[in-house]
Nanobody, 122 residues
Framework: QARLVESGGGLVQPGESLRLSCVAS???????????MGWYRQPPGKQRELVAT???????DYASAVQGRFTISRDNAKKTVFLQMNSLQPEDTAVYYC?????????????WGQGTQVTVSS
């Protein structure tokens, strides 16, 4: 059974930092490096949106709203993806979700974590 578990969320003041982690487990992740890992977020009352992605070869992509403030990284040996969030602002408040995607010849694999709350408020 594949599982993604996020941690590291919390309440911070504007300008502060947080580091999110997402650990993958289960036999589907025996080839963890083949997965495109990503972080998404869902602000209150809004739709889920892409934050950042990182390929197995560590090619990264960021939403314009977080470019230069957030950094995504991964440790394939530990099957973990991280999101370092600096200079947090109230508009970064959201539930942050970890995502794993992999394309196979006959199917698309798409796993989600349960989410971790990030609240930025003074």
């Amino acid at each position: 059974q594949a599982r993604l578990v996020e941690s590291g969320g919390g309440l911070v003041q504007p300008g502060e930092s947080l580091r999110l982690s997402c650990v993958a487990s289960g036999s589907d992740f025996n080839f963890y490096g083949a997965y495109l890992m990503g972080w998404y977020r869902q602000p209150p009352g809004k739709q889920r949106e892409l934050v950042a992605t990182i390929s197995g070869g560590e090619i990264t992509d960021y939403a314009s709203a977080v470019q230069g403030r957030f950094t995504i990284s991964r440790d394939n040996a530990k099957k973990t993806v991280f999101l370092q969030m600096n200079s947090l602002q109230p508009e970064d408040t959201a539930v942050y979700y970890c995502n794993a995607k992999r394309s196979l010849p006959t199917q698309e694999i798409d796993y989600w974590g349960q989410g971790t709350q990030v609240t930025v408020s003074s």
